[in-house]
């Protein structure tokens, strides 16, 4: 009796985590026509893009990302490469495999620069957070190194 008494909170939480679960698999098959969250895709997945998007329309270069900085526009650097390394300081680490739980750590109402070695990861972060709704978000255009070929400072190396 005081087993079943003990486990009884968490028989409770998981079935009401599986059922939460299971409302936010519905919600993905609508919308995306798979059950992953478009946070979970990562770049060498085979799973298909859930929206295809311009490169172009979400990149930025990063002599824009420093004059608006110059001109003291709040900047938040994000980092979606699996393992961190040398990078631009101050930013906040969030691989992409943890982006989908992390998101509400970053203010919607403040420019978002997401970025990687390459920028080809940063992008699919970039589709990630304006599918809700962080429309001022962007991937740094050929990533770090094109960072440091425009002067960003680079911290780590």
């Known amino acids: 009796m005081l087993k079943r008494l003990v486990n009884l909170p968490f028989s409770v939480a998981s079935k009401a ?52 900085r110059a001109r003291g526009e709040t900047i938040a650097f994000v980092d979606v490469r699996a393992q961190r390394g040398a990078g631009i300081p101050g930013s906040l680490h969030m691989p992409m495999k943890e982006i989908s739980v992390r998101v509400s750590e970053l203010d919607p109402d403040h420019l978002v620069v997401a970025w990687c070695d390459d920028g080809v990861l940063s992008t699919d972060a970039v589709r990630f957070f304006r599918e809700r709704g962080m429309e001022d978000t962007w991937a740094l255009a050929g990533g770090l190194a ?4 425009a002067g960003g400072a680079v911290e780590g190396g």
């Open 146 to 149: 094109a960072w440091r070929g």
């Open 17 to 68: 985590a599986r059922a939460f679960q299971d409302r936010e698999d519905a919600r993905n098959k609508a919308k995306y026509g798979t059950v992953d969250d478009p946070g979970s895709i990562g770049v060498a997945s085979e799973a298909p893009r859930v929206q295809a998007i311009d490169a172009a329309t979400v990149r930025i270069t990063a002599a824009d990302v420093l004059a608006r």
